[in-house]
């Protein structure tokens, strides 16, 4: 094993080619950077990006660059910004240089001068649809522009009027001249500097040219001395450019560009375009709304930094496109929570039921363990009362054999109480239930004679007097099948699951979790795992539930999947 490798350290191709590199003399440090465009929020796709450009600099002593690829004034905001490093915090990174592609805007123009002066660019006058046209096919290859060959002095006047602001939004381009028939069509002489009129967030009217992502972002990694620049496998065909452009200009460092596949998760989308769209359309609440995969999203459900993290651990590091099931990040959020998140006891649709041999006015304080496998977290004091609520699905008034919940005549335990036995059902004039009366076997509290009688069924349930009105949200996959908009042919917002937000207004929660602030979280018994939602005060709560306690989509993904 070397020196440099870490046992407990998930490998990977990219790791595995970095410890080579080390152990050959190749870098004294690692340095990447996770290159951001400020036009949108990040995703959980984003997050598997983020945790590896951060986790290997960490492990052999580099560091990792935050650069924000600021070089599209028309989509880019300070808001995006602000949420990109609130979620990188989040996560739990710390980058040493926060920097923009706009900080080298000057170095930039300079590098394209120095192609110009050395014949490889030059300005076009054709419009877009007529270069598009002339860049040739898969099959066939491009044809020259009928400005390649101006000289370079009138090259050099045309582009430094651009600069100067003497020609409008689309007048011409800057082309790097490379090869109209090469292979790659990425090759074929690319735009690499267009006219744009717009304001920058950060350099303001200082601009009026903007370079191409493909021209920035090389050049940008080249300047701040990116030794690996990790990216996904749609930007490999861009490589050969990368390439060419930092052999023929006087870069300070020759970065590497290593590719491996994007994250796709079913029952989503994470294409920015898409998500925008959802957002603008109001489909959704906005960014952060809890249905979306947004890192702001997530966390506003509930997920944890730590589940995310270890999800992006688990699916790994490889070259192969995969699609991997929600219920893997769902999972992570499971063992994670289940170890941490304290429990208390909530009722989602009340039903009230009395106990008619319980002391009317009377408040017994049972105890409770926060957690039933970690003594560590201590117990609470749960109030009970002669009238309670339980879950209106733990009740049948006609029950099948196997129903172990309430019923008629029936007997269950309450968590962390007694058993009681259910004795009349009470009914309006109209039918409706209202009410269940019930009895209390003393003799099964606990330290009494009968504490250990068995019955089939224990449910949960919470006082009427003490409980607290609260709204929770229960979240559901925002589409209805596995791959939304899979079929070209349809729009991809056809598959919007109606159901995907349930919100109930009447739900009793245990007192004092109505302290609770944003960033607790906890399990509800027998319904999930619920955090509070900034929506919320003390006076009037309101708690998302960010998983359940089992994976109830399991069974129907694998059969979607099959038919």
Sequence with gaps: ??????????????????????????????????????????????????????????????????????????????????????????????????CYASDYFETLYNYALHLLDNGLAYV??????AIREQRGTLTEPGTNSPHRDRSVSENRLLFER?????????????????????????????????????????????????????????????????????????????????????????????????????????????SKRRLTRLVDEGHVSGWDDPRLPTLAGLRRRGFTPESIRNFCTEIGVTKSESIIPFGVLERNLRDDLNVRAPRRMAVLKPLKLVLTNFPEGETEWLEAANHPQNPDMGTRNVPMTREIFIEQDDFLEEAPKKFFRLKPG????????????????????????????????????????????????????????????????????????PHPGGDKERDFVEHLNEQSLEVLHDARIEPGTEQSQV???????????????????????????AVTLRDTWAKLEKQLRQG
């Design 162 to 270: 651009m600069r100067n602001g003497q020609l409008p939004d689309g007048a011409c381009v800057l082309r790097a001249k490379i090869d109209m028939t090469a292979s790659n069509i990425n090759l074929r002489d690319p735009v690499i500097y267009r006219i744009r009129h717009q304001e920058h967030p950060r350099t303001g009217n200082d601009w009026c040219i903007y370079p191409s992502y493909d021209f920035a972002h090389g050049q940008s990694d080249a300047i701040e001395h990116i030794t690996h620049s990790l990216c996904t496998l749609e930007f490999e065909d861009h490589r050969p450019l990368y390439d060419w452009l930092v052999e023929h200009l006087p870069v300070p460092s020759r970065p590497h560009q290593i590719e491996f596949a994007r994250l796709n998760i079913d029952f989503t989308v994470l």
């Design 519 to 545: 960033g607790d979280f906890f399990q509800f018994e027998r319904l999930g795992y619920f955090v509070p939602d900034p929506d919320g005060t003390s006076d009037a709560p309101v708690l998302n539930r």
């Design 410 to 481: 029936g007997e269950v335990r309450l968590r962390n109480a007694f058993i009681i036995r259910c004795d009349e059902v009470v009914k309006d004039e109209a039918g409706n239930l209202v009410e269940l009366h019930c009895t209390v076997d003393h003799e099964t509290r606990s330290g009494q004679p009968g504490a250990d009688r068995k019955v089939k069924g224990t449910i949960h349930w919470v006082s009427a007097e003490h409980a607290v009105k609260a709204e929770v949200r229960l979240y559901d996959r925002l589409f209805k099948v």
């Design 124 to 129: 076009d006058e054709q419009d877009a649809d």
């Design 1 to 98: 094993m070397s020196s440099n490798e870490q046992p407990s350290a998930p490998t990977n191709f990219i790791r595995n080619r970095i410890i080579r590199e080390l152990d050959a003399g190749q870098y004294e440090r690692i340095v990447t950077r996770f290159p951001p465009e400020p036009n949108g929020y990040l995703h959980i796709g984003h997050a598997k990006s983020i945790v590896l450009n951060f986790a290997l600099p960490e492990e052999f002593g580099g560091y990792t660059n935050l650069r924000f690829d600021d070089t599209n004034p028309e989509k880019e905001e300070q808001r995006y910004i602000d949420a990109i490093k609130e979620d990188v915090c989040w996560l739990g990174y710390e980058w040493k240089n926060e």
